[in-house]
């Protein structure tokens, strides 16, 4: 590790980039909802098709480019995805101020997002196992942790007062702004990117599209923290409407008493991500990653016994700061990992099937429980979610595996600088 845990000016600057996009992100959370509500009267069916709907096909959408981007040079890619994102996310404050806004436009937006958003994350991943040396990464992984609990601590309640004022599309356009500004910093990076892998000229375009998928399949330690990730982050996405139905509606908390439950927590993932690089060091990474995946899946079964008043919003607070404190030091050992686990010439794919399919489990178990909420109650469906969850331990890889057999090419140094 480089003396004063200096990562170098091209990180530095790929992480203010990641910064700023996280923060716009946060400040327009809950916007297009709010959107689709008070401006455009839509139902209950119509929000959360917003959601679940929108992120299946930008995810469906997403899947030809995970191919594409392994065989380009990532930076470019990345820029390009930011500036799609803020044109698509520009077209909704500027239809809102000609009065010709309509929810058919909400969900091509969020499906262009949600496309863009997959695309820039595989080139970013791929990006960032050249531009630092792997005793790098998980210092890196775990910066960009701390940086997405920080914005998620600080963006909705600046997102709340913006909306107060001037209204949802103001955070919309914020968040535009914020990609643009990610794009800028990006290009500011500077320096010689190494060449993207050839492509083999004697296969197919179209096996392309599974190449991601049979990757991570053909390892026992990536198919087992696949499916672990897929299946829990799905069904813990999937308790967020539910539990919102329940504390705001059946429960009677206040929006800003609801905001508070989560924004309050997020504190747990500054620590989490602090913690993971020194926990990672003295037990080693798998012992930590089985250790806080599992820790993690104990704690949503919890929310089952919210009741109303301040003993049922501490009982929140307490549980979704056990939850991401346990994420924040699970996120960044994964994603280090799994970086690790892959060879170089095959991250961008695998990166992009692996967001691929965690945004359409989602998508689907979003859609599904929200059936099921509407069946059995919230209640008994966070029940069932949380029951679920606790099974996803099973799915961790249990023996440290032995070390890749597929040579790895040497990533190239970043620049000098601090970060």
């Known amino acids: 590790m480089r003396s004063g845990h200096r990562l170098g000016r091209s990180f530095g600057r790929l992480w203010g980039a990641y910064g700023t996009s996280a923060l716009g992100t946060w400040l327009a959370f809950g916007a297009f909802p709010l959107i ?7 139902g209950p069916a119509e929000v959360a098709a917003l959601s679940s709907v929108g992120a299946a096909v930008g995810a469906l959408a997403a899947v030809p480019l995970g191919p594409w981007v392994e065989f380009r040079r990532k930076r470019p890619v990345m820029i390009a995805t930011d500036l799609v994102r803020c044109a698509a996310l520009a077209t909704i404050p500027a239809a809102f101020a000609l009065g010709a806004l309509t929810f058919v436009q909400l969900l091509l937006v969020s499906v262009v997002v949600a496309a863009a958003d997959i695309t820039f994350r595989t080139a970013s991943g791929a990006h960032l196992k050249t531009l630092l040396p792997a005793e790098d ?22 997102g709340g007062a913006a909306t107060g004022l001037l209204g949802p599309a103001a955070t919309v356009l914020a968040d535009a702004v914020s990609y643009l500004l990610s794009a800028l910093g990006i290009r500011s990076i500077g320096g010689n990117e190494p060449p993207p892998a050839p492509r083999p000229a004697a296969r197919p375009r179209a096996r392309d599209l599974l190449d991601g998928w049979r990757y991570i ?3 026992p330690t990536l198919r087992r923290l696949f499916l672990n990730t897929a299946v829990f982050n799905g069904l813990l996405m999937a308790t967020e409407p539910l539990l919102a139905v329940l504390m705001l509606g059946r429960l009677g908390f206040a929006p800003w008493q609801y905001g508070l439950a989560f924004a309050v927590p997020s504190i747990g993932g500054l620590l989490g991500a602090r913690l993971a690089r020194p926990l990672a060091a003295r037990y080693g990474q798998h012992r930590v990653l089985t250790a806080a995946g599992t820790l993690r899946a104990l704690w949503p079964v919890a929310l089952t016994l919210v009741g109303p008043g301040t003993g049922g919003l501490l009982l929140v607070m307490g549980v979704e700061f056990g939850l ?10 994964c994603a280090t990992y799994r970086l690790e686990r892959t060879a170089t010439d095959r991250t961008a794919r695998t990166l992009s099937a692996w967001s ?6 989602t998508a689907l178990l ?27 331990s099973l799915l961790l890889p249990r023996r440290t595996p032995a070390p890749h057999p597929r040579p790895e090419p040497a990533p190239a140094t970043a620049g000098a600088g601090d970060s």
């Open 366 to 392: 979003t859609a599904v429980w929200g059936l099921l909420g509407a069946l059995l109650g919230p209640r008994t469906a966070i029940a069932l979610v949380g029951v679920l969850l606790l099974a996803t």
């Open 217 to 219: 399949l053909a390892d």
């Open 36 to 42: 689709a509500v008070r401006v455009l009267h839509a």
């Open 324 to 333: 991401i404190l346990c994420c924040a030091v699970f996120n960044p050992v």
């Open 356 to 361: 691929v399919t965690s945004k359409a489990s």
């Open 137 to 158: 990464l998980l210092l890196a992984n775990a910066r960009f942790e701390s940086t997405a609990w920080t914005a998620t601590i600080l963006g909705p309640p600046l």
